[in-house]
């Protein structure tokens, strides 16, 4: 599986942007995805996450009520919509793969590359 991140940018305070992240693989419908940050200096830390067919989502505290994440399986993509973002929102966004839509990264076999996220206030 591979993945390739997008939609990053730059947007004031309040704003929205939406990420997306296309997968390549025979089984990319079999598998849980998930979006994590790291900003500079700090760990990479969990955003968000769905099942396999979108019927569970797990979002960390911090984002909860304004990101949400959804998952288009014929178009091997998985989406995260960001609303009223916060300057602390600003971070490198990850795209993951794995077996269950969980926070702990181990769960996460394959990564995509980064899309940077920064929202000025």
């Known amino acids: 599986v591979q993945l390739q991140a997008s939609g990053g940018g730059l947007v004031q305070a309040g704003g929205s942007l939406r990420l997306s992240c296309a997968a390549s693989?025979?089984?990319?419908?079999?598998?849980?995805r998930g979006w994590f940050r790291q900003a500079p200096g700090k760990e990479r830390e969990f955003v968000a996450a769905?099942?396999?067919?979108?019927?569970?989502?797990n979002y960390a505290d911090s984002v909860n009520g304004r990101f949400t994440i959804s998952r288009d399986n014929a178009n091997n993509t998985v989406y995260l919509q960001m609303n009223s973002l916060k300057p602390e929102d600003t971070a490198v966004y990850y795209c993951a793969s794995g077996a269950a839509p969980v926070q702990r990264r181990i769960n996460y076999k394959y990564w995509g590359q980064g899309t940077q996220v920064t929202v000025s206030s």
């Open positions: 769905i099942s396999w067919n979108g019927g569970t989502t």
């Open positions: 693989g025979r089984f990319f419908s079999s598998y849980a």
